[in-house]
C-alpha cells in the first residue's frame, strides 16, 4: 500500500516555508510540525523581518505547536525543517521532548550535529530527506543576495 | 571612586525579574541587557504562564534588546541572567554576537558550559555574581512547589 503521508510529504510541506522565506529575502529555511499526520504548526525564518535572532522557523514552530497542543511538550510530534537545526534550535527542542526530528540539508558549521547540542533522551534526529531541494534553494538565495549587493 | 553601575548593581537587577517570575509561579531566571550602563531590557521566566519552552528570561531579553537597538545585534552589550543560560539561549546568543555575558549561579547539568555550546567569539562569559542569592531563590521555589503538590 502506498503510504501518502511520509517524511517526503511532510518535508515539501517545511520546503514552501522556505520558499514564503524565500520570497520575503529571509534566509530560506522553513519548519512544520506533525502529530497523527497532521500539520499542527508552521514557520519560517524571520529574523530580517522582526529584527531578531531568536526568529528562526523551529522556534516559532515549537511556539506554535504547544498553542495548539495546550501543553509546552511536543511528545508524539515530529518536526521536518529544511536545514539542520543550530544550537538554539537543538536546544529549544531538548525541553520540548519532541519525539523526532527530521531534517533536510545538513549545515556542518553551525548545526547542532557537529556542535554536539545535547538532545533529549526521548528525540529521535535524522536527516537527508529532500536535502538537494533544501540547499539548492539557500544556494540560489545567497547567489541572488551576492548579486544585489 | 566608587563606581555605582557595577556588575552586583545590574545583576541585583536581574534577581529583581527573577523575583517577579517566582511571584508568577515560574521556575525564577531573570535577565537584563544593558548597554551604556543603561538597562535597555527586561525578561524573566515564563514557560508556564505562555506554556512555551523557548520563554526563557533570556530569550525575551534578547528580543526586547534588539527591538529597542533597531537591530538585532547585540554589540556593546551585557546579559546579566541570575542562572548559566542553557543551550539554547547560549545558541540565540551566540547569534546576536553579545559582547559580554555575567551570570548568577552555575547550572551544571543543564547549563550552557558543561554542554560545550559555542558562543561567538566575540563573547565574554563569567559568573558568579550573586550566586548565593540567585541558587537561594531556586532553593526557596523548589521547596514551596514540592510542599504545595
Redo the contacts between chains.
Keep these: 500500500m502506498i503510504e501518502p503521508f511520509d517524511d517526503t510529504y511532510f518535508m515539501k510541506k517545511a520546503l514552501q516555508e522556505a520558499e514564503v522565506a524565500f520570497e520575503k529575502g529571509e534566509i530560506p529555511v522553513g519548519a512544520v510540525i506533525v502529530v497523527d499526520n497532521k500539520v499542527i504548526a508552521r514557520g519560517h525564518n524571520l529574523?530580517?523581518m522582526l529584527?531578531?535572532?531568536?526568529a528562526h522557523a523551529e522556534?516559532q514552530a515549537?511556539?506554535a505547536a504547544?498553542?495548539f497542543l495546550?501543553?509546552?511538550?511536543l511528545k508524539n510530534c515530529t518536526l521536518y525543517v529544511t536545514l539542520e537545526p543550530?544550537?538554539?534550535?537543538?536546544?529549544?527542542l531538548?525541553?520540548?521532548q519532541i519525539s523526532r526530528i527530521v531534517y533536510g540539508a545538513r549545515d556542518a558549521e553551525r548545526g547542532c550535529i557537529n556542535?554536539?547540542?545535547?538532545l533529549h533522551p526521548k528525540t529521535a534526529i535524522e536527516g537527508g530527506v529532500l536535502a538537494d531541494e533544501a540547499a539548492s534553494l539557500m544556494k540560489r538565495f545567497f547567489i541572488l543576495k551576492r548579486n544585489l549587493n
Tied chains: 1, 2.
Excluded: F, R
Design positions: 529574523t530580517e529584527c531578531d535572532v531568536t522556534m515549537i511556539t504547544a498553542n495546550g501543553g509546552k511538550y543550530c544550537q538554539m534550535c537543538a536546544g529549544a531538548y525541553w520540548s556542535l554536539n547540542t545535547k
